[in-house]
C-alpha cells in the first residue's frame, strides 16, 4: 500500500446495532460524510473501501453507515481505526487555507525568534480552529488559528510564526 491516504475521522465506537458507527470528526470538510461517498478503512494491513449509506449528527459525533455492513459485528473491527481519503479525493484549497496533515508537525515560533513547540493536533470547537502545540516539556498551548495571532505558515519548511496577544503564552 503505497497510495498517500489522508485521515478525516476517527471510529470511536459502534453505535446501536445496525452497524452504525460513532466517528470523530478530523475534517473541516462537511461533504466527507456525504451519502454516496467512499472512504477507506485500513484492517489487517487491508485496505477496506466503505461506501457511506447514512450519515446523522449526534451531539459531537457523526454516525455513520455503510453499505453491507448492517450488523454490529460486521462493523466492530473498525474500533479505533481512522476513516481516510485517498490523494485524488482532496479539495482544492484557496490561498492562506491549509489542510490539517499540512499544519500537523509544524515548528512554532513567536515573531520575536522563541520556538514554542510543534503543532500535535487541531481542535475544531466553532468559530475557528485551535492549533494544540506540543512544548518540549510537555505542556500544551492552544493557540487559535486567526490572522491576528497567525501571521506566517509555511508548509514547505513546516514553520509558522505567531504573534502572542497578552496572556496567550501563560
Known amino acids: ?40 478503512v485500513e484492517n489487517n494491513n487491508q485496505l477496506i473501501p466503505l461506501i457511506i ?3 446523522r449528527k449526534h451531539k459531537q459525533y457523526e ?15 473498525f474500533k479505533g481505526t481512522y476513516l481516510k481519503i485517498k490523494e485524488d479525493q482532496l479539495t482544492n484549497l484557496q490561498e492562506g487555507e491549509y489542510y490539517y496533515h499540512e ?9 520575536d525568534g522563541a520556538e514554542l513547540g510543534k503543532v500535535d493536533h487541531i481542535l475544531s470547537p466553532g468559530a475557528n480552529d485551535v492549533w494544540v502545540i506540543k ?9 487559535p488559528y486567526i490572522k491576528d495571532i497567525v501571521k506566517k505558515v509555511d508548509i514547505d519548511d513546516k514553520k509558522v ?7 496567550l503564552l501563560e
Open 103 to 111: 499544519i500537523i508537525g509544524c515548528q512554532v515560533f513567536t515573531n
Open 1 to 40: 500500500m503505497t497510495e498517500r491516504l489522508y485521515n478525516v475521522g476517527k471510529i470511536i465506537n459502534t453505535h446501536g446495532i445496525d452497524g452504525e458507527v460513532r466517528v470523530f470528526r478530523i475534517s473541516d470538510f462537511d461533504d466527507r460524510f456525504d451519502i454516496g461517498k467512499t472512504l477507506y
Open 53 to 55: 449509506e447514512g450519515h
Open 135 to 143: 512544548q518540549e516539556h510537555g505542556r500544551e498551548l492552544l493557540i
Open 63 to 77: 454516525l455513520l453507515h455503510f453499505k453491507n455492513y448492517d450488523r454490529i459485528e460486521d462493523v466492530e473491527p
Open 161 to 167: 510564526i505567531i504573534e502572542p496577544m497578552e496572556g
